[in-house]
Nanobody, 123 residues
Framework: QVQLVESGGGLVQAGGSLRLSCSAS????????MGWFRQPPGKEREFVAA????????YYADLVKGRFTVSRDNARNTMYLQMNSLKPEDTAVYYC????????????????WGQGTEVTVSS
Protein backbone atom coordinates (compact mmCIF):
# COMPACT_ATOMS: atom_id res chain seq x y z
CA GLN A 1 0.00 0.00 0.00
CA VAL A 2 1.22 3.50 -0.86
CA GLN A 3 1.84 5.70 2.17
CA LEU A 4 1.30 9.46 1.81
CA VAL A 5 2.26 12.09 4.39
CA GLU A 6 1.21 15.75 4.20
CA SER A 7 3.09 18.59 5.88
CA GLY A 8 3.31 22.37 5.85
CA GLY A 9 -0.06 23.33 7.30
CA GLY A 10 -0.49 25.97 9.97
CA LEU A 11 -2.05 29.29 10.93
CA VAL A 12 -1.74 32.24 8.54
CA GLN A 13 -3.44 35.61 8.16
CA ALA A 14 -5.64 36.40 5.18
CA GLY A 15 -3.52 37.37 2.19
CA GLY A 16 -0.59 35.23 3.32
CA SER A 17 0.98 32.15 1.77
CA LEU A 18 1.72 28.53 2.66
CA ARG A 19 3.34 25.64 0.82
CA LEU A 20 2.05 22.14 1.49
CA SER A 21 4.08 19.02 0.75
CA CYS A 22 3.00 15.42 0.18
CA SER A 23 5.69 12.75 0.43
CA ALA A 24 5.12 9.21 -0.88
CA SER A 25 6.81 5.96 0.12
CA UNK A 26 6.21 4.39 -3.29
CA UNK A 27 9.30 3.99 -5.48
CA UNK A 28 7.14 4.23 -8.62
CA UNK A 29 5.68 7.59 -7.56
CA UNK A 30 6.04 8.88 -11.13
CA UNK A 31 3.37 6.40 -12.32
CA UNK A 32 0.59 8.00 -10.24
CA UNK A 33 -1.69 10.90 -10.97
CA MET A 34 -1.86 13.00 -7.81
CA GLY A 35 -4.47 15.29 -6.33
CA TRP A 36 -5.17 17.69 -3.47
CA PHE A 37 -8.52 17.79 -1.67
CA ARG A 38 -9.72 19.71 1.36
CA GLN A 39 -12.44 19.31 3.97
CA PRO A 40 -13.65 22.24 6.09
CA PRO A 41 -14.96 21.26 9.54
CA GLY A 42 -18.49 19.89 9.27
CA LYS A 43 -18.46 19.91 5.46
CA GLU A 44 -17.79 17.36 2.73
CA ARG A 45 -14.46 16.84 1.04
CA GLU A 46 -13.91 18.96 -2.07
CA PHE A 47 -11.47 19.01 -4.97
CA VAL A 48 -8.62 21.54 -4.94
CA ALA A 49 -6.02 20.64 -7.58
CA ALA A 50 -4.57 17.69 -9.51
CA UNK A 51 -1.47 16.93 -11.56
CA UNK A 52 -0.78 14.18 -14.09
CA UNK A 53 1.93 11.57 -13.51
CA UNK A 54 4.53 13.43 -15.57
CA UNK A 55 3.43 16.92 -14.54
CA UNK A 56 2.42 17.99 -18.05
CA UNK A 57 -1.19 18.80 -17.08
CA UNK A 58 -2.68 20.46 -14.01
CA TYR A 59 -6.28 21.07 -12.93
CA TYR A 60 -7.74 23.48 -10.39
CA ALA A 61 -11.03 24.17 -8.70
CA ASP A 62 -12.49 27.53 -9.74
CA LEU A 63 -12.20 28.93 -6.22
CA VAL A 64 -8.41 28.45 -6.11
CA LYS A 65 -7.41 28.99 -9.74
CA GLY A 66 -4.91 31.82 -10.03
CA ARG A 67 -3.99 31.60 -6.33
CA PHE A 68 -2.80 27.99 -5.89
CA THR A 69 -0.15 26.12 -7.87
CA VAL A 70 0.34 22.34 -7.82
CA SER A 71 3.69 20.82 -8.78
CA ARG A 72 5.65 17.61 -8.29
CA ASP A 73 9.23 16.41 -8.05
CA ASN A 74 9.22 12.76 -9.04
CA ALA A 75 12.91 12.36 -8.16
CA ARG A 76 11.98 13.17 -4.54
CA ASN A 77 8.59 11.37 -4.55
CA THR A 78 6.95 14.62 -3.48
CA MET A 79 4.00 16.76 -4.59
CA TYR A 80 3.54 20.40 -3.55
CA LEU A 81 0.71 22.90 -3.27
CA GLN A 82 1.77 26.54 -3.21
CA MET A 83 -1.08 28.61 -1.76
CA ASN A 84 -1.00 32.40 -2.18
CA SER A 85 -3.52 35.13 -1.36
CA LEU A 86 -5.15 32.89 1.22
CA LYS A 87 -8.72 33.61 2.31
CA PRO A 88 -10.61 32.57 5.47
CA GLU A 89 -12.75 30.25 3.33
CA ASP A 90 -9.58 28.27 2.52
CA THR A 91 -9.56 27.01 6.12
CA ALA A 92 -9.73 23.20 6.01
CA VAL A 93 -7.84 19.97 6.46
CA TYR A 94 -5.92 19.39 3.24
CA TYR A 95 -5.38 15.85 1.93
CA CYS A 96 -3.15 14.51 -0.81
CA UNK A 97 -4.18 11.47 -2.85
CA UNK A 98 -2.71 9.10 -5.45
CA UNK A 99 -4.51 7.31 -8.30
CA UNK A 100 -3.41 3.95 -9.69
CA UNK A 101 -4.52 4.82 -13.21
CA UNK A 102 -6.33 8.13 -13.69
CA UNK A 103 -7.13 10.85 -11.19
CA UNK A 104 -9.03 14.04 -11.85
CA UNK A 105 -11.65 15.93 -9.79
CA UNK A 106 -13.56 13.11 -8.09
CA UNK A 107 -12.37 11.62 -4.76
CA UNK A 108 -13.47 8.11 -5.77
CA UNK A 109 -10.88 8.13 -8.56
CA UNK A 110 -8.05 8.01 -6.01
CA UNK A 111 -6.78 4.89 -4.29
CA UNK A 112 -4.46 6.17 -1.56
CA TRP A 113 -4.86 9.05 0.89
CA GLY A 114 -2.74 10.83 3.46
CA GLN A 115 -3.91 11.74 6.97
CA GLY A 116 -4.20 15.44 6.18
CA THR A 117 -2.65 18.69 7.36
CA GLU A 118 -4.67 21.53 8.87
CA VAL A 119 -4.69 25.01 7.34
CA THR A 120 -6.30 27.88 9.26
CA VAL A 121 -6.62 31.34 7.70
CA SER A 122 -7.56 34.16 10.07
CA SER A 123 -9.48 37.31 9.10
Amino acid sequence: QVQLVESGGGLVQAGGSLRLSCSASERTFANYDMGWFRQPPGKEREFVAAIRWNGDSTYYADLVKGRFTVSRDNARNTMYLQMNSLKPEDTAVYYCAAANWFGSRRPEQYDYWGQGTEVTVSS
